[in-house]
């Protein structure tokens, strides 16, 4: 029995998966927009009781969109009250948080940190991708925030729609008073029907992270608090990118490191948000306390699942001296194609250049 009680850092806690928007690149999509499908508030305070039995540093609470839960506030005030230690953030689009009353509420129930992810440059680029016209609602929640002392950051999945707006779509939010931003490179989520080659071809990676990059030099002159989200294996990228992103690139996720779970709205543990049909096990059946929960991660059921997802896409990860860096890329990426394919994409795109 290991009863490391530093074993986690991090918590997810999935409260609800309805959402009022619908965003084509949302790698939750496959679960639905059910808003009944959501914790009870009785489930969320026992998912917080596991966070402060395991000393878990930081609960995450995400969706769906985490501020249409209705029990939100109390979620946080019983961290504030309960656990103390804990820092509750918020991952959400932010179109609610245009009412200041809610900000501020929100604040004083104990929220510490909060992630807004940003969908457009302006309000058609907006509207297309969410099936709403939120643009100028997210703008008022920015200057809102901007205008309290919580900490925030402004997020956004580059995609091959938006990825040439990215400095149009920083710069709105940074004139709003937004400050720190993140991008993540679009991972689909979804099983396509074509695959490898094909489906590289109809969606390039390496055309992706160089339309970013080109940016690069536009961005800083907007911001220099900014970084990318684990992804693409570092091969991906060619030594200049590599430099030009040096210092801005995210290590490796809680798939690889083993230091965070996510429990979802049926309390099933899951080995990441981007799993949403996966079972990894389920708090009140598999497991109930911290020391239970220990042993259950460490038994063969749990570590044989893990293991099959953390393999590296390749056998010459293993040799690799970005191996600590990256670990083979994240395990979702390789859904639509293999780490060969991706590599022949890459010789042939560099042919032809």
């Known amino acids: 029995m290991s009863s490391d009680k530093n074993r986690l850092k991090q918590c997810t806690v999935v409260l609800t998966r309805g959402c009022n928007l619908r965003c084509d690149f949302c790698f939750e999509k496959e679960a639905g927009y059910r808003a009944h499908d959501q914790l009870s508030l009785d489930e969320a305070k026992r998912i917080v009781d596991l966070c402060g039995d395991a000393n878990v540093k930081y609960v995450f609470l995400t969706g769906g969109e985490p501020l249409t839960y209705p029990h939100l506030l109390d979620v946080l005030k019983y ?51 969410t099936g709403y016209d939120g643009y100028a609602k997210q703008l008022r929640a920015i200057r809102n925030l901007a205008s309290t002392e919580l900490e925030f950051t402004c997020s956004m999945v580059v995609t091959e729609e938006n990825v040439t707006r990215v400095c149009e779509a920083v710069r709105a939010a940074h004139d709003n008073g937004a400050r720190q931003f993140s991008f993540t490179f679009f991972i689909d989520n979804i099983e396509s029907k074509t695959k490898d080659m094909d489906y590289l071809k109809e969606h390039d990676p ?24 684990y992804s693409f294996p570092l091969c991906a990228y060619t030594e200049r990118q590599l430099k030009l992103l040096e210092g801005r690139l995210a290590g490796p996720c809680q798939i690889h490191l083993q230091n965070a779970i996510t429990v979802d709205t049926t309390m099933k543990l899951l080995p990441c948000d981007m799993y949403a049909s996966a079972n990894l096990g389920r708090l009140g059946d598999d497991f109930s306390t911290y020391e239970e929960l220990d042993n259950w991660m460490d038994g063969h059921e749990y570590q044989s ?8 896409p390749s056998e010459k990860c293993s040799s690799c001296a970005f191996l600590d860096q990256c670990y083979g890329g994240c395990p979702v990426l390789w859904k639509n194609y293999s780490f060969e394919a991706l590599m022949s994409f890459k010789a042939s795109v560099d042919s032809d250049s």
């Not at 390496?206 to 989200?229: G, H, M, P």
């Not at 699942?305 to 393999?311: I, P, S, T």
Request: aromatic share 10%; with cysteine; proline share 2%.
């Open 79 to 129: 961290i504030k009250d309960e656990y103390p230690a804990i820092t509750p953030t918020i991952a959400t689009n932010g179109v609610l948080l245009e009412d200041m009353g809610l900000c501020q509420s929100l604040i004083d129930c104990g929220l510490r940190y909060l992630d807004i992810s940003m969908k457009g440059a302006d309000a058609s680029e907006w509207k297309r991708a």
């Open 206 to 229: 390496f055309a992706l992270i160089e339309s970013f990059v080109s940016q690069i030099d536009r961005l800083n002159a907007i911001t220099d608090d900014w970084w990318v989200e």
């Open 305 to 312: 699942a893990v293991e099959e997802m953390r393999k590296y």
